[in-house]
């Protein structure tokens, strides 16, 4: 049996990359035939407790898994506890007191760790993730969702803690899968009118939609853009929200879909010619996989986890520090179709994983 804590997931409106991981995670491994129990933080209780009916109907939006995935048991000894979600912050339990808790439960810990990119930019959120990343230590199984996110933990360990880690630490990049949707095999096709991009990501600063709307306004001011932005994303600060208005209200073609579900998401990537991920930094990038899951290619950024991304085709890597760079990426896919004809030739033949495949690779590595 496998406890899931799930107490920011099954409460929260919006379906981001971690949402989404532990939506997908849950329903692969319930198709795989594993007794699931969600599991949430009660502050009443000072402890964890069973998720209700509204929060697993919640759970279930999005393409999560179905109300009668879960089990209203208690995990018994033995059982695995998994957290997918990010414990970090004042209204969360600690990671001691979760450790505390598997051991007097008999449980064995395993956690996802997806990055450490709170650490770089500091402040608050610093704090609360370098205890996070501390606690993962006395995990039993820590996952790590890239390379670029298992070499950042694993530098943390080496340079805070006195002695090693009791947790076994593995790579398991999360899947390409849109959750509901078959792999598409697109066929490469001039496009007829103006280039449509599509840029997938909450609006805050390390998404770098600066530097795209940067691009977008050198080549309409040039008389050179032949292009149309649509954005997907929650309004997640209020700066990068006031940006984007500013540039429409500036007559650049920028359409915005705060509140994209997954057959709107669907939509957008099905009307796109080309993604564009200009991200500062990334634990893995699910908006590429996906993007590629729907056969388009992308305009991904140098942060390493996204050159991990980009190694196996279907990718261009810019540096989108700098906003020529991508306005002449952009110029070059405008007036030649044969960079574009040669991506959808890489992902013809690149191989992509399902969530499926994750969940079965997930449960092989607890079991080893």
Known sequence: MIGIYCHHTSRFSRNTGIQRCLRATARALAAQGEALVPLVWSERADGLALAGRSARLHLADWNGPPLQAWHDQAPPPGSWLLVVELISGPHQPSQAWLRRLADRRGWRLAGVFHDAIPLTWGGEPAAYHRVYMRGLADYDVVLATSAT????????????????????????????????????RCQFSPPQGPLQLLCVGSLEPRKNHRRLLQALAWLKAHGSLRAELQLVGWPNDERVVQMVRRAQRQGLPVAWDDAADDAALVQHYHHCHLTVYPSLDEGFGMPVMESLWFGKPCLVSHAPALQELAQGGGCVVVNTTEFMDLARSIAHFQQDGSPMQALHHELSRRGLTTWLDYAQDLLRLLGE
């Open 149 to 184: 996110s298992r070499a950042a933990l694993e530098r943390f360990w080496e340079q805070t803690l006195d002695q090693r880690p009791r947790a076994r630490l593995h790579t398991l990049p999360l899947a390409a899968e849109i959750p509901g949707t078959s792999r598409r």
